[in-house]
């Protein structure tokens, strides 16, 4: 087997000198919020790539357009919070939060600026190219203006509301980010009044995009957007009056939802009451088509209590995300990835007992590329068995139709003893796992929401099995959520194991999670917020140890964001000593590498590709023993202090090799979707050298059944 890139003998001894972090630059660290824009840069750059299938290049578009609905709601809006509380506290960058909102406008302008120069200019040309066409009103056939003015009638007018503004008619509270228009009226209606303006919501249960049938659009894929269907009939709302002009717009609300840990007494009820809320917090953006005037630009503003430095025009649709449904409906497969089909592991292909497989030995799966499968069969056949007595669970994203939480109320049902730890906090889901938590109550299972305060993000199943006599707890341990769709879309590791030790650390950890009681000593795991980051700061003091002793000392640290202070400081500490450090950091990272005196030894590089990479693995060179770890937890202060995480170790040498081979190396030599950091948080592509190394299309080709 290649083993990783050896380290070299002459090792470049730096003194660790007390203040050299404060010295080397004054600001050692790299401002979160700008950080996760240049990682939207980098799933921009996916959109732009001719290499990438063109329906899969209007899919990174879409993602980028989500990720940044997000970033508003909730970076953006955090960042308001505290200049409305006249705040001054900076993070580790050093930077007010006037000063980061002011940066963070000006980049998300630029990027959105780029990313609709891109749809127009290059992914909707290239589309109509291939017979996919969103026809634009002036280039309506009389048949097809016939059949659209058919199904506004038919299915849009009937369930609009439109509200005309004056003293009888304040502005309406808009939904957070529901399209809406803005009409400008001229002329009096049959009571006489003049109107000047009115609103008129698009309920969300119309379609943004509306499939014309083939016979009337001239090619294979036509279709039409809302907002152009409704700039073309909105006068049919206001009869009588003469409709000056139609705008599209979109507010972006404040989405982080409070709920006051001194005044809570039933989380799930709390929590019911905050929901509905989500969609009327304060405004954070206000988007407007680009042919919106500055007088009604001005107006809508004051109307969401915003000011001109939250105004995004767009040259064209408003709501880019609305886009996502439509590779879907067409059936091009040249024009998006090729599908496959995830492999199972062999000893599962010989025995049909998942029990008796993992009992012959410990199972790795890496998702994609391997099946999501074993997984569902451990909770079927828990659920059957009648050897099984209890099953625990921890529930942080699952999806609203899963086939596993089925397989857990049907255990319910047969008598067992489940138990789920389902954390109702979980950003965006909280009301599909309020409602998984609803029906298995209803069954009989044993619902908890964690310890208040902190979300249970790890990611756990152990079921106990009575053999011979005694009982033996199988248990599953992963980097991703137990959620089937996204199995097929994150990259992910998780460990299959009735490993005694590992097994009653995970016991120990649902002890805490469902009773009362100080947090017991663990064999394997290590634990957030008890022991994660002290052992994760040890071992890499260990490397560093090793450095100044002249030994070989290596780090490799694979993960979605690195933010945390005493890490990255340590981190410093290791690369002052000599230690080799690879990161390989999907999104945001807050360490600035290549800085001579302080970070030269450290490398980052984030991997952008047709997969989201999800998983986490630590490595330590630790004198030889290569010791690995997996985990839910990115090397976050939310992770380690605010969350219930566990980081659990490789302890198979066989598995262990699999995770370097599989998991590491091919990231390390990617040269296709490889970005490399610089000193500054820039990023720049690895050069496409020969032979191409893609680490995604690599494990592909050797992990999967086709």
């Known amino acids: 087997m290649k083993t990783l890139p050896q380290l070299s003998d002459k090792k470049q001894k730096l003194m660790s000198v007390p203040g050299a972090i404060a010295s080397a630059t004054k600001r050692p660290f790299i401002n979160r919020e700008l950080s996760l824009l240049t990682f939207n840069r980098r799933v921009l750059a996916q959109a732009a790539d001719e290499n990438v299938p063109l329906l899969e290049r209007l899919r990174f578009l879409c993602i980028v357009s989500s990720n940044l609905d997000e970033f508003f709601e909730i970076r953006v809006a955090g ?52 017979g996919v066409v969103f026809f634009h009103r002036g280039e309506w056939t009389p048949e097809q203006q016939k059949w659209i003015h058919a199904f506004f009638v038919r299915e849009v007018m009937p369930v609009l509301t439109p509200i005309g503004l004056d003293p009888a008619h304040p502005f309406p509270r808009v939904l957070n980010k529901s399209l809406n228009f803005a009409i400008e009226l001229e002329g009096k209606d049959a009571f006489g009044r003049s109107g000047a303006a009115a609103i008129v919501q698009a309920p969300r249960s119309l379609p943004r995009v509306i499939r014309l049938p083939g016979e009337l659009s001239g090619v294979a894929h036509g279709f039409a957007f809302l907002s152009s269907i409704m700039h073309q009939h909105v006068n049919k709302l206001f009869a009588g009056m003469n409709v000056v002009g139609c705008y599209p717009f979109r507010a972006t609300r404040n989405s982080d939802l409070f709920v006051d840990d001194e005044e809570i007494k039933n989380l799930r009820i709390a929590l019911q009451g905050e929901l509905p809320q989500r969609h009327l917090g304060d405004a954070v953006r206000l988007e407007v088509a680009e042919s919106c005037p500055d007088v009604m630009a001005n107006f809508l503003l004051t109307q969401f209590g ?20 439509v590779p879907d409906q067409i059936d091009l497969p040249r024009l998006k990835y090729p599908q496959f089909v995830p492999a199972m592991p062999k000893v599962m292909t010989k025995r049909a007992d998942i029990f008796s497989c993992i009992r012959k030995q410990e199972i790795l799966l890496h998702h994609p590329f391997q099946s999501f499968t074993p997984v569902i069969n451990l909770l079927q056949q828990a659920a059957d068995d009648p050897d099984v007595v209890g099953i625990k669970m921890t529930v942080y994203r699952t999806g609203t139709d899963s086939v596993l939480m089925e397989h857990l109320l049907r255990a319910a049902q047969k008598g067992k003893e489940v138990t789920v730890v389902i954390e109702l906090m979980a950003r965006f889901d909280e009301e599909a796992n309020l409602d998984i938590a609803n029906r298995l109550e209803e069954v009989g299972a044993h619902v908890v929401y964690g310890v208040f305060g902190y979300k249970t993000h790890a990611k756990m199943v152990m079921v106990l099995r009575k053999e011979d006599g005694k009982f033996r707890r199988y248990v599953h341990l992963g980097t991703g959520n137990y959620h089937q769709r996204t199995t097929r879309l994150y990259t992910d590791f998780g460990l299959m194991t009735c490993n005694p030790d590992i097994g009653e650390d995970v016991n120990e950890v649902f002890k805490q999670l469902t009773g009362l009681g100080k947090a017991g000593a663990l064999h394997h795991l290590w634990q957030a917020p008890f022991s994660l980051q ?26 979605n964001a690195l933010l945390e202070r005493q890490v990255i400081e340590a981190l410093y500490e290791a690369s002052q ?91 390390l030599a990617d040269n296709s979707n490889s970005w490399e950091m610089d000193s500054d948080g820039g990023y720049r592509l690895q050069a496409k050298r020969r032979p191409r190394n893609c680490a995604q299309e690599i494990l592909l080709a050797d992990l999967s059944s086709s």
């Open 577 to 667: 000593a000599g230690v080799s450090i690879d990161l390989i950091i999907r999104g945001m990272c807050a360490l600035r590498p290549g800085i001579k005196g302080l970070s030269e030894n450290i490398r980052v590089r984030s991997i952008v590709g047709r997969f989201l990479e999800h998983s986490r693995i630590f490595y330590f060179h630790a004198d030889g023993n290569e010791n690995i770890y997996l985990s839910s937890a990115d090397w976050m202060e939310r992770n380690f202090f605010r969350r219930i995480e566990v980081a659990f170790p490789i302890l198979d040498p066989k598995l262990k090799r699999r995770v370097i081979k599989e998991g590491l190396q091919p990231y």
């Open 534 to 559: 002290a052992n994760t700061l040890a071992a890499i003091h260990a490397e560093t140890a090793l450095a100044k002793a002249g030994k070989p000392a290596r780090i490799i640290a694979k993960m």
């Open 79 to 130: 960042l308001k919070e505290q200049i409305k509380l006249d705040s001054r506290i900076t993070d580790n960058d050093g930077l007010e939060p006037k000063e980061v909102l002011r940066r963070v406008a000006l980049q998300a302008q630029a990027l959105i600026a780029e990313q609709y120069a891109l749809l127009n200019d290059n992914i909707l040309p290239a589309l109509r190219k291939e």
């Open 306 to 325: 915003l000011g001109r430095e939250d105004l995004y025009r767009t040259p064209g649709i408003v709501n880019l995300v609305r886009l996502f449904s």
